[in-house]
């Protein structure tokens, strides 16, 4: 219903049928996954790996809220790389850029682009998988975070000090 509607994005679709990841594909709907909620309401997971497949914009969302209480991207990431067989680019893609589609707001956030808002972390690590990979903890593994180009928040605790 949703894409027949032509709704930028859909979410809570633990439930969607065949026919509604086609209609999603071809209306250019963006399907917002919640793999916590799924974890934490012992519900089905969403079919993420066959909306891929389908050529379904998909995105992740925290669903934040009291009965899925985790805000925590890196964990909804792994959530998903796990339990709906994402990859690490999938989920990387569908937290950052995807998700900015799914706001109507692709064309000024979402990725490092000349011109799009600066929003963006710095990790202690070699490698951004390790903000997959690392299962909690993160408040040792960001460094910092820059909103509109400007730093917000820097751990000490990374730094060597």
Partial sequence: LG?????????HLEEVSNEGIAAMATAKSSAILLP???????LKQPRAREMLDAGVIVALGSD???NAY???MPMVMHLACVNMRMS????LAAATINAAYALGRSHTHGSLEVGKQGDFVIINSL??????YQFGGHQELIKYVVVSGKMVYGNDK???Y
């Fill in 127 to 132: 490698r951004w998988e390790h903000l997959i």
């Fill in 64 to 66: 934040f809220n009291p």
């Fill in 88 to 91: 690490m680019n999938e989920a």
């Fill in 36 to 42: 916590t909620t799924a974890y934490i309401l012992r």
């Fill in 3 to 11: 894409a027949e509607l032509g709704a930028l994005a859909i979410s």
């Fill in 70 to 72: 985790c805000c925590s």
């Fill in 158 to 160: 990374t730094m060597g």
